[in-house]
């Protein structure tokens, strides 16, 4: 099972939006998934033990630590196109994770 | 017949007037309608009522930390605060409405019914011109509070199922009409995102674009953008909510609390122990506000998590074609992360100063600055002004924005009188054109409320008719919308 984090600014309005299309990506590809969403604050702490952090490209340089630890960070231009949340976990995601799924 | 009596009396004094209980039952009727299974609907109840009692939980330790600087400033300089953030407007809408005696279960059915309204308007798009559904959940409940609020403000006599409609209507013309302002905006941003930003400067996001394009674009061309510019990276901790919260409270607070004086502050809260050094007492209250917030967000997210699902669920199944109107943060990806900063720091600027002005002033009303729309406000008009005019606009309409804020925060929070409760909603749409609603409201009543509703309403008839051809291609298809204004442009 991944363990995965949508975050945005205040872990109310976007992180929870974009959650709601990774999860659904994530289902269609048959792969179990543990998904929270909340603020980048909050994110940062637990980012280094989670397999995924989803988040708006403008803020990734906040998990800079984490990615060294081995987490995938993948930063969303459009938090509300399926497409390229797919396209961004069919090329960054899948068989690269920490916990293999 | 005694039989039913006594049955609605028990409906009524344990759900219907325990905003609690209200909603979690909103939640489990919802789930059961969803068809979802019933441990899945039981679970979803108890989130939402747990939710919203710790809601409760931080809205009451908001007003106790606020109650003895309130009761200092009052007695030292007959000053009444208010911190203009949409957190602290809701406590402060929430205790105003309970102080007159009147339940705050209203403000749960004024969302349901403003939701269906905006419904029902998409649904009639041919004759109403409306394409968006506003679906963020937390700002819905925020403005349902602070509306709810007002109209009982304007009209205090009048019985809850009218107020419920009256406002229902109200609100959700709102929701329609100004989410669907941003639609242009946002596509021509995100080129052709497919979304329409549903939060609290709708208004303001449609006249920043206007007002950028006309600033960059003196020679035909956009001015120069913001990408190269650098930026100190210790900015970059204000990234985060809790960090940013604290040291604005600390800010403010702390000089408040040091202005106001220790001797002072000993006698007026009982929570400052003789052993305790100032500077800890000053830091300790500060931080206290911070931590109210987070746990009233924590409690908001509870419950709005089942709403905003199953909002997006009713929108995708009976709207298709219709924009959804979200959060202004998911306009951030299509912007640097230098607007986003820059006009949360000219935001701010303008704030501070216009803060000075009212005390310089003496305004009856001291203004705080609350982090929510100091940022995701002035940030979204930098992102959506550095697109439209260049760093000009990015860094001048945030500032403008700034001083807007304080100034009609500080009206709003004296007119409506939420300042004897320490906070307003504070928002850029709330200090322009809600304030303007509920003036019109409280002066010629009804006859107001219909002027408000006719402008509203008139709003999309005048952007479709300004643009007939292309009013419902660029939210449908902004490619074959690029295609048409390249051919109408080759043609003329």
Known sequence: ?101 | MEFVISLWAFFQNNILTKPEFFVGFIVLLGYILLKRPFYEAFAGFIKATVGYMILNVAAGGLVGNFRPILAGLKDRFNLTASVIDPYFGQVAAQSAVNSIGRSFSMMMMVLLVAFVFNIVLVLLRKITKVRTVFITGHIMVQQSSTALWMVLFCFPHLQDPSVVVMLGLLLGTYWAVASNLTVEPTQRLTEGGGFAIGHQQMFGIWATEKIAMRMGGKHGKTGKKLEDLRLPGFLSIFNENVVSTSLLMLAFFGTIIGILGKDLMQKIDPGFSSTQNFFFYMMSKSFNFAVFVCILQLGVRMFVNELTESFQGISNRLLPGSVPAVDCASSYGFGSPQAITLGFLFGALGQFLAIIGLMVFKSPVLIITGFVPVFFDNATFAVYANKAGGIKPAIAIPFASGIIQVLGGAFAAWYFQTSQFGGWHGNFDWDTVWPVFGVLMKNFQYVGLGAVLIFLLAIPQIQYFKNKDTYFLIAEDYDAYLEKIAAKQAAS
């Open chain 1, 1 to 101: 099972m991944l363990k995965v984090i949508a975050a945005c600014g205040s872990g109310m309005g976007s992180s929870q939006i974009i959650k709601m299309k990774i999860s659904k990506v994530f289902k269609e590809k048959n792969i179990d998934i543990n998904m929270t969403h909340s603020s980048i604050g909050e994110a940062k702490t637990q980012a280094g033990g989670v397999d995924v952090v989803f988040c708006s490209m403008a803020l990734t340089n906040n998990f800079e630590k984490a990615k060294e630890s081995g987490t995938i960070i993948v930063g969303l231009k459009n938090l509300l196109s399926e497409q390229e949340i797919r396209q961004k976990i069919e090329e960054n995601v899948i068989g690269k994770t920490k916990t293999p799924c």
